[in-house]
Every structure is written in structure tokens, then in C-alpha cells.
């Protein structure tokens, strides 16, 4: 794995407009990342004791590889930092969220109906019997309710699991009974793209055998309302009747559980990754003010669900911990067309705007006149999250929504860290095709099999080389899993990505590294020829895979997805063979290339590139329950 790779996919550097680093939270990366490097734990200590405890830590850490402990015996609530602190410091007023619906429905909530509302749905938990330690499921449409579920559970001690509203019944079961759920908190319907989706009858089918289920809590949206069976089945508001109004949060250990959320493995059942209180919000308020420079007067719009974990600690955890206000909406990119997001970001003033290269390349291919036709001059910083970002979409991410002046922050993280790794800091050189440096705090390296670092320009393995806070402590259930992460390369918690760094210490995820490409001898990250594909003007997203081939080992198959404006042809298949030549050498050429209208994704925006790959050998395509469509 220690490829020579050339690294200069684009010579120029890009910067913002100079105030934004002027203003940033952090002025001075360089000094703040070496001081953090130097003493990590006074590093995290320092930030810890910008939030509120109810009883300090003895250590700020604990390592017992591969075990941490963080901020050993400090007693906490991450809903008194989400919502106590700032009721009772100004801010009771203030909007904490603004939502829109599928139909531009609008619900505005301060802080102190969030907290009121977060309070007596504790209460309403609490008269159906559920207590510290105890894990309640929660299956909903993205709607103010379900980030009020996710604060009470954590309110009252309760462990939550949150399952993503597009799942479907088999993956909801695997996770409610592997969880052993004790109350499933869902929805009649979710909306999408002016169409009901009918959510409770998949709850129906997911509680079949899962014993474990004691109640099921309906939020009815629709009219008229349906009936519920009154043996197991409650209803959202009504269980916040007839309860106390205050709700004392529940004292917990830094180290208690937090959440458990699943994330999809390549075979096998789902991961049910553990993250507990105190490391967790750490980790997650640092990286929301230090990387997404977010402000007391911002509006942020991670566009993400909280069925991920981009939407547990950007739109939930993080901001709210902050006292920001934050957008969230039920509504689909294009529809009723592709201008309702830059509608939206008008409407709202959204300074701070966090999504997917799936979207932005999805923005492209619908042309520049949507997001034209719109004011987009509140947008202080843009963010992107799931899977690298093409030099090709941050280019036009940057000129196109940014006008030359914002910077874009390409994060890599994982629902494993907890919280971004990677980035490239405020008003810091960004180099397109590179995600930038290790957020401060933490050791990144790219290396060998060995675990030893590799030269700048040659790629290698991602680890990261010291515990961090919000890192997770276990896989639920299968803590042998757990300890694969950090037993497969030397002690360091293996990333399963390739990567290289260049010599200014930035780097590049190359993609996953069993998405490699073994060609002639060469490896080829999979995230390599994709960037090639669409740096082609006709190209609006590219997937490869590797097929067997008796001499080469594997050959390159791409699946390409083209720009409005562009018909596939013969013709333009030599043309991108030729593009992808001229970018990365004839190695790198693929051997077929496929015209497509569309590509396997998660529902978090990542291509499915094993799905393709197992639709092509006629292979078990393993774990899809995070499959889009």
C-alpha cells in the first residue's frame, strides 16, 4: 500500500474573503493545533470547562487501549447544556429552531417552549415507565418532535436509538431488538415530495417478535386521526398531559451511554456504535464553534436527518449546545424544483450551511440559474459531509453558492469518531480534492500496513493515533468488533479508508480501502477515478468498482451519471477514457464505462459501490438496509 501518488490534482489554492478568518473562533490554527498536540488533555480540559458540570472530573482521561475514559466521575446533563444554560442566561427567547415542512409549512420554537416541551415529554416518558439506563427507539419524519424525543431520553438517563424515518421494517426490527428497545417512539407519516409515507404500519411489522417492546408512542399528524390500540399504543401529546412541568435533568456519569446508533457494515448486521455523555458533548461543542465557526447571531442548516450522525451532533448536540438557532425541514432538494433550498437559505438568512456532495454535485447538473435566482448573501460558511468532496464540486461550491468569499469546509468523521477529524480550519488555504489538517486534539497520520507513516504523496492507511473525546466506546452487544477498530494496524484506531497527505501535512481520502483497485500491480482508490470522471464538463457523478480481470487483476468499470445537457455516445466515452488519461495515467483508465440515470445511495448520500459491484458478479449484495430507494 505504499503507492507513489500524485497529488497535485489542482496546483491552486482557494481562500474566503479575509474578515471571515479575522472574526473566527480560531484565529491562529497552527499555534492552537501545536499547543493541543503538546498537552491534549489540558487541551480538552480547557474546552470542557466552557460548559456547565454539576460535579468536576478527577482525570480528563483514562487509556487503557483500546479503552478511554474521559473526564473520569464528572456528573453532567447534556440537556442542561443544550437548554438549562441557556434559559437562564438570556436566551430563553431566543429561537433554538425553525422548521419547514414538505408543503412550506413553518413552526418557529424558542428555547424556552423547546425546553418546556423537552421537560414534559420527560414526564411523559417517565409515566410509561422508562428510566436511566433504559433504551428507547425512536422512528420518525424529521420534525421538531423527534429532536424533543431524542433531548427527553437524554434528559431522563434514557439511551436512545435513533432509526432513520426511511428505513424499512426488517432493518427497524434488527435494530429495535438488537438494542432491546424498551418504547418505540414513531409517526403516522412522514412527507415526502407531497406524498404520504406511511411510518406506523412499519412499526407494526418491525414490534412482531421483539418482545422487548412495552410501548408504542404515535405522533398523529394526519387528519383524520388514527386509531390507536389502546393496550400498547399512546399518543405523542397526549402523554405529555396531565404531568409535571418541570423535569429536573438526570444527574450522569461523563462515562454513562449516551445514544446507540447503527451504522450499515459491508456484510453482517448492522453496528450498534455506543456514545456516552461527557466525551460525547465535548467533542461535539468544540467542533461545532472551532470548525463550523458557529456564532451567537447564526442561522445554521445542516441538511442532514438525525437518523445519522451528522444530524446527532451538528443539528442537535452541537449547535444546541452552542445556543445557535438551527433550520431544519422536511423538504427534498428539487422539489417542487431545485430552487427550494436556496429559497429557503433567502427566507431564513442561513449563514452557516452543512450538506453532501451527492447534493452539490446533484446542483450542478441542474445548472447555475436555480441558485441564481435567489439572495444567497447570508451564507457566512459552507460545509460538506458523507464522502470526499470533488475538486470539481468545491469549485463550484465555492464560486457558485459561496460568490469567492466563503470557505468550504470538506470534514472527514465517522459515526464511530463522534465528531469531525478533519478539515481545513476558517481562512486556512483550501486545496481542492483535499479534506486539510486534524482538527486540534487529535493525531491523524496516513501509514503503511505496518503502521509506520508513509512519505508525503504516497498513499497509505488513515489512522488516528490517540483517543480523542467524543470517540465511541464500544460496538453494542460485540465489543470484539469494537477492538477490531483499533487491533488491525499497529495500537492506532484504524479509519478503513486510504488516504495520502501532501507536504503541507493536508490530506486526501482516496476512499474506503476495500473499495481499492488492484490494476496491473497499481492501487487505485475508487475515489480517484470518480474525481477525474467528474471534473469532466459533462459529468455530474461517477462510481467505479473493480471487476476481475485474469491479467490485470481488476479492471475498471465506470457508472456514470451525465450533466443536463449531455447525451451519452460513443464519442464521449473516448473522450472521458482520454480525460481520465490526461488526469491520472493510462493505468487508470477504465475498461468499461456505463451511461446511468442514477446510482445506489444511502440515505445519507454515499454510493453504494459494493451494490454496484454485486449487481455486476451476480454476488449477495450483504447489508442494504441503508439503502435510498
Same mark, same amino acid.
Given at each position: 500500500m505504499s503507492e507513489k501518488f500524485d497529488v497535485k490534482m489542482d496546483s491552486k489554492s482557494y481562500y474566503p474573503d479575509p474578515s471571515v478568518k479575522e472574526n473566527s473562533w480560531m484565529q491562529d490554527y497552527e499555534k492552537v493545533y501545536s499547543e493541543s498536540i503538546k498537552d491534549p488533555e489540558k487541551h480538552w480540559e480547557n474546552v470542557a470547562e466552557e460548559l456547565e458540570w454539576f460535579e468536576k472530573w478527577d482525570k480528563v482521561m483514562e487509556w487503557d487501549h483500546p479503552y478511554a475514559k474521559w473526564f473520569t466521575n464528572a456528573k453532567m446533563n447534556i440537556t442542561h447544556n443544550c437548554l438549562d444554560r441557556h434559559v437562564f442566561n438570556g436566551k430563553r427567547n431566543k429561537v433554538a429552531m425553525i422548521w419547514v415542512g414538505d408543503n412550506g409549512e413553518e413552526q418557529v420554537i424558542t428555547y424556552r417552549q423547546l425546553y418546556r416541551d423537552v421537560m414534559r415529554f420527560s414526564n411523559g416518558l417517565k409515566s410509561l415507565g422508562v428510566g436511566k439506563g433504559d433504551t428507547v427507539c425512536i422512528y420518525m419524519p424529521q420534525v421538531p418532535e423527534q429532536i424533543v424525543a431524542m433531548l427527553a431520553c437524554a434528559r431522563i438517563g434514557a439511551i436512545h436509538s435513533v432509526v432513520f424515518g426511511g428505513f424499512g421494517a426488517k432493518a427497524l426490527h434488527s435494530r429495535i431488538k438488537d438494542a432491546q428497545a424498551k418504547v418505540v417512539i414513531t409517526a403516522d407519516a412522514s412527507i415526502r415530495r407531497g406524498k404520504r409515507i406511511d411510518l406506523k404500519s412499519l412499526v407494526d411489522d418491525a414490534v412482531v417478535n421483539a418482545s422487548c417492546v412495552e410501548?408504542?408512542?404515535?405522533?398523529?399528524?394526519?387528519?383524520?386521526?388514527?386509531?390507536?390500540?389502546?393496550?400498547?399504543?399512546?399518543?405523542?401529546?397526549?402523554?405529555?398531559?396531565?404531568?409535571?412541568?418541570?423535569?429536573?435533568?438526570?444527574?450522569?456519569?461523563?462515562?454513562?451511554?449516551?445514544? %446507540?446508533? $447503527?451504522?450499515?457494515? #459491508?456484510?453482517?448486521?448492522?453496528?450498534?456504535?455506543?456514545?456516552?455523555?461527557? +466525551? $460525547?458533548?465535548?467533542?461535539?461543542?468544540?467542533?461545532?464553534?472551532?470548525?463550523?465557526?458557529?456564532?451567537?447571531?447564526?442561522?445554521?442548516?445542516?441538511?442532514?436527518?438525525?437518523?445519522?450522525?451528522? +444530524?446527532?451532533?451538528?443539528?442537535?448536540?452541537?449547535?444546541?449546545?452552542? +445556543?445557535? #438557532?438551527?433550520? %431544519?425541514?422536511?423538504?427534498?432538494?428539487?422539489?417542487?424544483?431545485? +430552487?427550494?433550498?436556496?429559497?429557503?437559505?433567502?427566507?431564513?438568512?442561513?449563514?452557516?450551511?452543512?450538506?453532501?456532495?451527492?447534493?452539490?454535485?446533484?446542483?450542478?447538473?441542474?445548472?447555475e440559474e436555480w441558485p441564481g435566482k435567489y439572495n444567497l448573501s447570508s451564507l457566512r460558511i459552507l460545509g460538506s459531509v458523507g464522502e470526499p468532496l470533488n475538486p470539481e464540486a468545491f469549485k463550484w461550491y465555492y464560486r457558485v453558492i459561496g460568490k469567492e468569499k466563503c470557505p468550504v469546509l470538506d470534514t472527514w468523521w465517522q459515526t464511530e469518531t463522534g465528531m469531525h477529524m478533519l478539515t481545513t480550519a476558517v481562512g486556512e488555504p483550501m486545496k481542492p480534492g483535499f479534506t486539510g489538517r486534524p482538527v486540534p486534539g487529535v493525531v491523524v497520520d496516513v501509514v503503511d500496513e505496518n503502521g509506520d507513516p508513509v512519505p508525503a504523496g504516497t498513499g497509505g492507511f488513515l489512522v488516528i493515533k490517540q483517543p480523542w473525546p467524543s470517540m465511541m466506546r464500544t460496538v453494542y452487544g460485540n465489543d470484539e468488533r469494537y477492538r477490531q477498530y483499533w487491533t488491525k494496524i499497529k495500537n492506532y484506531y484504524s479509519a478503513g479508508d486510504l488516504a495520502v497527505k501532501d507536504e503541507d501535512g493536508y490530506i486526501m481520502i482516496r476512499g474506503r480501502a476495500d473499495d481499492v483497485l488492484i490494476v496491473a500491480g497499481h492501487n487505485i482508490g475508487s475515489a480517484e477515478v470518480e474525481s477525474a470522471l467528474v471534473s469532466h464538463e459533462s459529468v455530474a457523478e461517477a462510481a467505479v468498482i473493480g471487476k476481475p480481470d485474469p491479467l490485470k487483476g481488476d479492471s475498471i468499470k465506470a457508472f456514470v451519471i451525465l450533466r443536463m445537457g449531455f447525451n451519452s455516445s460513443d464519442k464521449l466515452k473516448l473522450d472521458l477514457l482520454y480525460h481520465v488519461r490526461m488526469n491520472l495515467g493510462p493505468i487508470a483508465m477504465p475498461s468499461e464505462i456505463e451511461f446511468v440515470d442514477s446510482l445506489p445511495k444511502t440515505r445519507s448520500g454515499k454510493i453504494m459501490r459494493r451494490l454496484l459491484k454485486a449487481q455486476e458478479l451476480g454476488m449477495d449484495p450483504g447489508d442494504v438496509s441503508s439503502l435510498e430507494d
Open positions: 410501548k408504542i408512542v404515535v405522533l398523529r399528524r394526519m387528519t383524520p386521526q388514527m386509531e390507536l390500540f389502546s393496550e400498547i399504543e399512546v399518543d405523542f401529546y397526549e402523554i405529555m398531559e396531565d404531568v409535571e412541568k418541570e423535569c429536573e435533568p438526570e444527574i450522569m456519569d461523563s462515562e454513562d451511554p449516551l445514544f %446507540i446508533l $447503527y451504522t450499515s457494515g #459491508t456484510t453482517g448486521p448492522a453496528k450498534g456504535i455506543v456514545h456516552t455523555c461527557g +466525551g $460525547y458533548m465535548v467533542g461535539t461543542y468544540y467542533t461545532t464553534k472551532n470548525v463550523l465557526d458557529l456564532k451567537e447571531n447564526d442561522v445554521m442548516w445542516c441538511t442532514a436527518d438525525p437518523g445519522w450522525i451528522t +444530524g446527532h451532533s451538528y443539528i442537535v448536540y452541537g449547535p444546541l449546545s452552542m +445556543g445557535a #438557532t438551527i433550520l %431544519i425541514s422536511e423538504t427534498t432538494p428539487d422539489y417542487p424544483d431545485p +430552487g427550494v433550498w436556496w429559497s429557503m437559505i433567502e427566507e431564513f438568512d442561513v449563514s452557516v450551511f452543512y450538506t453532501a456532495p451527492t447534493a452539490i454535485r446533484m446542483f450542478m447538473r441542474m445548472g
